[in-house]
């Protein structure tokens, strides 16, 4: 595969750049267009909008009123927050103006974060997966939508929202291209894995060029790629302050097009959503195929973010029903279902078999045979978790970091959900923290197990990569849940531990062992993901308002019926 577009050189400065090159190519005129107008900036001392109940929404569905946020940030009682939006954090980056070079993990991270941002048509558009030239590139020259994420926050935090926006748009056009594979059409609502930027130094011309699963491994296309591209549209509105992209009809149709992959009617008889193995962050066979933690508290974010921000009228108006209707049913079983504490660790151990009515308790028969010896010396007394997949006759009883924490930011947990992950982080630090954090899944899989779950993949060997690998880049993901509920003491101490050695080891894509003791064997150096993620979690320990970015408050309307029980009550 070639090389990346642009070289250190070209990426390595995110100030002004000439604008007079449009991000899109000549037939996407009637887009630039709508660049052009006016950013109206709508900022009014209400409830905005996706903090309305969408229980509310599902009695009435008037006309949607302008994106309206509060101009100031507090912190309320049970840690509810207000957002303001283009509020730049103090913290010691690039922008800010004292003590920059008293911090050099922190300079060191923006400078390898600077170098890793890719041009198009002399405009930021993104940062490629890594910057280690040590090894062969094969992917990781590219731009991919979920890695960009965390680099998006970075700078939206950092005031610099020129390049979220060209990357918000660039994958919206991208996702306008017909996708094949081999002689199968993908959906239109597909988004891609990634993009690379193609140059033809003979014309002097720039293309992109992008990958929709065609080349993965595996060919699986990416579902959680749509939902990260929603959740991101939100985060960028929800920080500048700015509705007016969100409202671009291009974008309406791009948000209606992923929806309409993931509400279509068939066969499925649960709200949640069936996936092929490999179609998230674990891209490589892992045994999360069926119904997948991580894309289940995905999807359920993504609709909760797509509600703020669809138009309620025209096709829109229909989506929202539809949204309204999907998260009363996805929050009942995911609350139900896939939530695991003691008492529900006891109730599976004594499941009766083969139940035929509607009354039936074990709806899934599942055997209890099938509960794994380490599950019951894993679970404390207090704390709990979504487990990793329910589906007939199979539960799969993983801890998944990237579902819970999501599950917390979405409030698909409940608040008292939300505090018995964090218990469970707590009382079982040495294994799902370590000394490097932090685990992807826990525990590993190995032996027989691993040949059969695996295909005996080499690179998920047990305690590596995807199979109990350590990846720093989740630590965003755990600071913004501690923050959420009122834990930031754990953010701190885990950060703590990411600062005592990933600068120093390069900011490797992830650590191997037991604890993550070592540096892992193919992982990538100077991966951007793990920058960015460490530089969004000290900014927001530092300025708490940045939570508003990436987090939904409960739906204090929306009560169902837990018939589990919850280890709060224990």
Known sequence: ???????????????????TNSIFEIDDSDILKLMDRPRPVNVERKRSFDEKSYSEMSITLS?????????SFHMLDHHEYVYSPGRRSGFHTPRSESNYETLPMIADAWEALRRSVVHFRGQPVGTIAALDHSVEELNYDQVFVRDFVPSALAFLMNGQTEIVKNFLLRTLHLQSREKMVDQFKLGEGVMPTSFKVIHDLARNHETLTADFGESAIGRVAPVDSGFWWIILLRAYTKSTGDSSLAELPECQRGMRLILSLCLSEGFDTFPSLLCADGCCMIDRRMGVYGYPIEIQALFFMALRCALALLKQEGEGKDFVERIVQRLHALSYHMRNYFWLDLKQLNDIYRYKTEEYSHTAVNKFNVMPDSLPDWVFDFMPSRGGYFIGNVSPARMDFRWFCLGNCVAILSSLATPEQSAAIMDLIEERWEELVGEMPLKICYPAIESHEWRIVTGSDPKNTRWSYHNGGSWPVLLWLLTA???????????????????????????????????????????????????????????????????????????????????RSASWTC
Request: glycine share 8%.
């Open 1 to 19: 595969m070639s090389s990346i577009a642009t070289d250190v050189s070209m990426n390595g400065s995110m100030g002004n750049h000439d604008t």
């Open 481 to 563: 849940a501690c923050i959420k509920t009122g834990r930031p003491q754990i953010a701190r101490r885990t950060i703590e531990l990411i600062e005592s050695r990933l600068s120093k080891d390069h900011w490797p894509e992830y650590y191997d062992g037991k604890l993550g003791k070592y540096v892992g064997k193919q992982a990538r150096k100077f991966q951007t993901w793990s920058i960015a993620g460490y530089l969004v979690a000290k900014m927001m320990l530092e300025d708490p308002s940045h939570l508003g970015m990436v987090s939904l408050e409960e739906d204090r309307q929306l009560k169902p019926l837990l018939k």
């Open 63 to 71: 006309p949607r009123p302008s994106y309206r946020m509060a101009d």
